[in-house]
């Protein structure tokens, strides 16, 4: 499915596809590529960002999970998020600076509900059924520091 992938968008990093261009059409069949190229990659997760590039000041991605997978505890020091489920489930929690969980809820394709998330909070995901399509949004640029990652202990 890689090629399929190729074909509609360039691969940035393993598993990160930028679209050609703002506007591009995609195949019906894109989510069945996202999810294939995410079962083959080492930490079962592809990416196809609607923007062409790092540096556009919207960023909007669709994000494909395989499980197992979860993700380690981070932030985004610099922007807000929106999360919208596409398909499939998986539990989304935000955690305090100790990773202690401060809440977490269920999302679910089925019931495409946004969830927001401002500056700073430390959140991650865990896919919950064989796979886990989601919708992010944000602002840009990304840079090398957008993301940061929670130190915890070693126990």
């Known amino acids: 499915m890689k090629s ?13 596809f930028h679209a050609h261009n703002w506007g591009q059409e995609f195949s019906e069949d894109l989510f069945d590529a996202l999810i294939e190229e995410a079962k083959i990659n080492l930490n079962r997760k592809a990416r196809l960002c609607l923007h062409p590039s790092p540096a556009d000041s919207l960023q909007v991605t669709y994000l494909a999970f395989s499980r197992p997978y979860s993700d380690r505890i981070h932030n985004h020091p610099h922007t807000p998020k929106v999360v919208i489920p596409i398909s499939g489930q998986a539990k989304f929690s935000t955690f305090n600076i100790e990773g202690k969980v401060l809440s977490s809820q269920i999302l679910d394709g089925a019931s495409p509900v946004a969830v927001s998330l401002p500056t700073g909070v430390w959140h991650a995901l865990e896919v919950l059924s064989p796979s886990f399509i989601k919708l992010e949004a944000g602002t840009g640029p990304f840079l090398k ?6 130190q915890t202990p070693e126990v």
């Open 4 to 16: 399929n992938l190729l074909s509609l968008a360039k691969e940035t990093l393993q598993g990160v």
């Open 145 to 150: 520091d957008s993301t940061v990652f929670l």
